[in-house]
Every structure is written in structure tokens, then in C-alpha cells.
């Protein structure tokens, strides 16, 4: 699968990315119903009297990404707390449960969530732990499982009628981070330090193969684990040939330690982080201003993102961050197939997910998500465009266009420069 990319200037700054096409498109067990995903099947909708609609929430909200999973968290129940504000006739039931950025807790919370009966549930969030939560718990139990942050090209193999995600997978980010450091950047050698967890690894291959490609080198690449006291000797690994940069993949309380020991004892290099480092109070944790930094991010950039932000914004007081559109909209779609669905049942829900996002059917997103709702349990015919994106799954539960945020760090802040769009 081949997708063009169509630069859209934002805040200016940066100077031209160029147009990447990343080529190849990286799509268990048969469920009772060979290919749910492809026939919108009945309709029977949901009369308000008589079903309470069930959801769960699957996110970090501790451990090593728990300072971004709890807003993403926040985001993904915000559905039905609008709903609920806007006096809905229908009863949302919301089940939040904490992965703790663990696959074994992960696993055992999303059993949590099935056992309750929930036919569906966002998340995760790390790739490490959405991959065997998919195998273990979603797929062989026909669940729903929707991400709107894991980002490892291996989700795209897993089974697209059940495991989707909202976010891009880093296939695409790899590129962007390629194309930045060498074409815009002029950097000609890289160092990488990653996470040693699926969506580091991951990460970690597609940009040096982008880097690379580019023309560059990679001079030092090094893995690490998480929630280390000290990651001196790693930087001493990765930085002992004297790159141009370094590329670090990374969740917040790994990256606070490892950015004191780069201020502390290293030069100041340019880094470039990735979304598992947008994180609005990284500075003020590592005390330092972090003028060196640069970062990608999967953006939100759909059709509805300015009514989301104030929807957001008035129910937590703050500006919504990266992955928070992408949870809201996961949720959304998932809520609006089970009323469509009539029934808490995973393989019901399933078939109605493209259904309600598909190309052709009355246009609703979150500025009007009460209307949605009701269309959606009349059986009618909707199309959901959200926040992130216009949210629509390919083949594999691919999104078909997605955007991404290039930042730029300094002076205790984090501001989006750029953004790019992609679509198939």
C-alpha cells in the first residue's frame, strides 16, 4: 500500500519535509463469522428502555506511560460523559480499568473487561501490551478492541475485524523522522537508543531504514529497559562515535532519567524524540529547558478536531494531547456500532463498526455526537468523521489518512511547527 504525503503548513518554521511514499503496507484463529467486518449485516439499533450500552476503557494510567495514558484514558470515556451532560436517553456504562504499561496487567484487566460483559473496549495503549492483549483476550473472544495510540506495524497483521486502531502505524513516522533529520535537517549520522519493547524496536527499524535510505548513517543503536535509576552507560553506547543526533523512543518516567543523565554528562547534541515523548511537563521534570529537542507525534487533524479541543477543554480544564482525539474518536465509533448492533456482543458490534464510518451515510462527529447516537440506534445509515481523522479502517483496521505534528522544544515548552497529512 502506497501513501502520498500533502504538506500543510501550520505554525511555519521548519522548512520543506519533502513527499514520502512509504511502500508496503505491514495487515488468528477464524472467528465464528469468517469476515464480520465486510457486511454491515442487520441493523436492529437500540430502544433506550431497554439495554444499557457496555464499554470499557483499557489504558496506562501508571506505570512508565502513565503520564500520557491517563489523558488518552480521560479522552476515550468522554463520549459518554457528553452524552450523559447532554441528557442522551441512553445509559452508557463505562468500565476504566489501568494497564499499568504492562502486558501481564494488561491481560488481565482486558479479561476483567470481557468477563463483565463489555463487547468492546479502547485501547491500549503500548504496543507491547495491545499485542497480547489482542492474541490472548480480544480475538479469541470476539471482542473489539480499538487503539488509539499503539503504533508498532505488527497491529497491522493481527485480525482487522476485531483489533483496529485510530493512530498510524510507525511505518509512516519512521519516514517523517528520516526525511526531517537527513533532507531538513542536514544530519548525516544517527545514533538510536529505544525502549526494548515492541513499539521501540519497531520504531527503532523504520526510521534507520528511512534514515538510511535517505543517505545517512546509523552509528550507534542501543535498547534499553524501563524505569532504570541510571541510563549513563547506555548514552555512553549509543553516543560513543559522536553522531550528528540522537533518536530516542521513549515513555516519560524512562525518558526524565535518561534526558538528566544526557544534560548531566554529555554533550549537547541535537535528540529527536517520538510521540512517546510529547509530553507537555517533560521539561519541568527534567529541569531543563531542552532547546536541543525536536519530536514527531501522530497529529490530530480531522474534521471535527476544533469542537473535540472544546469539548475537552471544558470538562478537564486543559488543552487535550497527543492521542487524546484518536481515544475520543475510538470510543465513539465503538458506542455508535453497539447501539447500531442492538446487542453487547463483540461480533455484533463488529460488523457495524465500518458501518458507521464508511463513506455515504448522514455526517455526524463529536459536535453533534447526541444526534449520532440516535441516528445510530434508528439503524439508519451514519458516517462518523472525528477528531483525529475522517476515521476510516481499512482492510486491516488501518486508518486510511492520518496526520503527523513535528515539535520543537525550547524555553520549558513544546509547540507543534508542522504538520503532515497522509492518506492511501
Known sequence: MARNLNRRRVLGGIGAVGAATVAGCLGDDDPVDDDPGTDDGDAPGTDPDDREVMHGILQPETGDLGELGTPIADAAELPSIQLDDEGSDFEITVQREDSETLSEAGISRAEDIVAAGN???TGA??????????????IPEQIVMISPASTAPEITDLDGDYILRTCPSDALQGAVMGELAYDDRGWETAATMYTNDAYGQALNREFSNAFEDEGGEIVGDVSFE???SSYVSELESALGDDPDFLMLVAFPVSGIQIFRDFYEGFDEIPVMVTDGLIEDGLPDDVDNPMDNVIGTSPGAD???VDAFNELYEDEYGTSPGVFNAQAYDASAVQILANLRAGDNDGQAVSQQVRAVTDPGGEVVGPSNFAEAVELAADGEEIEYQGASSPVEFDENGDMTAVSYDIYEFGDYEINVVDSLDFEN
Open 226 to 228: 524501563p524505569e532504570q
Open 302 to 304: 480531522g474534521p471535527e
Open 119 to 121: 463487547p468492546s473496549f
Open 125 to 138: 495503549a503500548a504496543s507491547d501490551v495491545t499485542i497480547p492483549v489482542a492474541e490472548s483476550v480480544a
